[in-house]
């Protein structure tokens, strides 16, 4: 698949081959999964803080099942349906992301079919390719979400299921690099102003709604995430917060990006389905 050749989208996938590089949090591939203990998740009574997809009724019957990881390249989500014997696709902008869910193939011997692409393209698809679309957070690299839902609409048959990742908009700044957002010795501070739009980098190295260079980054707000996904046709059936701050006691230092989960609903993730008939 060809991807569009503007600043922006090179951009972006120059920071997720970095990343790829440099071992991210999101780029390490799972390769201490089995099938059993996957199951065993997916039939328990809570949700699994830190397990790569939510949530776990997803998994209930993934066997066959033709799913596509969208913009979820790294290993992680797509060893988990691997595993469980799905028909796993993966689209990523990175190649070094990709790399990884290419490893993870090899390492548990499932077949996954690996595409290079935007996620605003889903062009080298047919009508109605598969059941489930899982879209980890990723969408926030998307400037417009209704291009991206329509796509994801088109790709699954009806009554398949798309579960898609947000940044909750309201808490965002929190994790902002720079300025006053953030740790604050007490408690998480959010100091910019509630917009919408591309995230920015000041030339101070702060990152802001107002002020310099996009970031590669949006800032998505509810009435778009939510009312996009109508608009698009898809009927919502759930709503669930990351399951990270369920978490005994708080990982990381204070100020560090995990430790910010245990008392910020920084993410949430829809989960919604293609109506059976037009």
């Excluded at 799905?86 to 070094?96: K, R």
């Excluded at 692409?117 to 957070?137: H, R, T």
């Excluded at 991206?148 to 990742?165: D, F, N």
Aim: charged residues 25%; hydrophobic residues 35%; negative net charge.
């Amino acid at each position: 698949m060809e991807i569009r050749d503007t600043g922006l989208t090179n951009k972006v996938e120059s920071y997720w081959d970095t990343e790829a590089e440099s071992g991210g949090i999101y780029t390490v591939p799972c390769l201490e999964l089995t099938r059993e203990s996957i199951e065993s998740y997916a039939h328990g009574s809570v949700e699994e803080p830190g397990f790569p997809v939510f949530p776990r009724s997803l998994l209930l019957d993934a066997e066959d099942k033709r799913v596509l990881c969208l913009a979820s390249g790294g290993g992680q989500q797509s060893a988990v349906f691997g595993l469980l014997g799905a028909q796993v696709t993966v689209l990523d902008i990175s190649e070094g992301q990709l790399r990884g869910d290419k490893l993870a193939a090899e390492h548990y011997g499932y077949d996954v079919r690996l595409v290079k692409g935007d996620m605003c393209d889903l062009s080298a698809f047919k009508d109605g390719e598969f059941d489930l679309v899982y879209q980890p957070i990723s969408i926030c690299f998307a400037p417009d979400v209704r291009v991206v839902y329509e796509e994801v609409h088109r790709v699954l048959k009806p009554g398949g299921i798309y579960a898609v990742s947000h940044v909750n908009p309201s808490t965002f700044p929190v994790s902002f690099v720079g300025g006053q957002n953030g740790w604050d010795g007490i408690g998480y501070r959010i100091a910019e102003v509630y917009a919408g739009g591309p995230v920015r980098m000041s030339p101070e190295g702060c990152e802001n709604m107002r002020i310099g260079e996009p970031t590669g980054e949006h800032r998505h707000l509810l009435r778009t995430i939510f009312g996009r996904l109508l608009d698009v046709g898809f009927i919502i059936r759930e709503v669930v917060e990351d399951p990270r701050h369920l978490r005994e006691e708080p990982v990381g230092a204070p100020g560090s990006y995990e430790h910010s989960l245990s008392f910020v609903a920084e993410y949430f993730k829809i989960v919604c389905s293609k109506p059976e008939q037009a």
